[in-house]
């Protein structure tokens, strides 16, 4: 008597990348999360989760269900490609590391951001990109 046997395999693909944004307390900030599943062509089924330094879920967007929910305080802007989470006024619980996780299907992107203080308050928030995650703080 011979058995029969199926093997499933998963494949996942996972891509992280990171940034940092400067930011003084009090001011609100947009904390970006670029990713590269629309470049080619609209993408109907996405969704996309916002975590904070605390691992605490922040805004929800589920785009083929039009679903958004944000904790008060955070609002999200979509366009193709880059799903930027608003903090509206920046607290010391909101410097850390913030997530984005983007997936479609079986793909899934983790995007990094860590939103770090800035002591100087008379300018505007900025990015700096290259320095990824590992780098020291300032």
């Known amino acids: 008597m011979m058995a029969n046997a199926r093997i499933v395999l998963f494949f996942f693909v996972v891509e992280v990348t990171a940034e940092r944004v400067f930011s003084p307390l009090g001011l609100a900030v947009g904390l970006p999360c670029q990713y590269t599943f629309e470049s080619r062509k609209e993408i109907k089924q996405l969704s996309v ?3 904070g330094p605390g691992k605490e879920l922040l805004c929800h967007f589920i785009k083929h269900k039009a679903y958004q929910n944000c904790t008060p305080g955070y609002s ?5 490609g880059n ?3 608003t903090i509206a006024a920046v607290r010391p619980t909101d410097l850390g590391t913030h997530v984005c ?3 479609k299907r079986h793909d899934f992107s983790d995007f ?3 939103l770090v203080l ?3 308050s008379s300018s505007n928030s900025s990015v700096t990109n290259g320095c990824y995650a590992g780098c020291p703080r300032g």
């Open 49 to 51: 989760q916002w975590k």
């Open 76 to 80: 999200l802007g979509y366009a193709p």
């Open 83 to 85: 799903v930027t989470l």
């Open 101 to 103: 996780s983007v997936s």
């Open 112 to 114: 990094s951001v860590d």
């Open 118 to 120: 800035k002591q100087d």
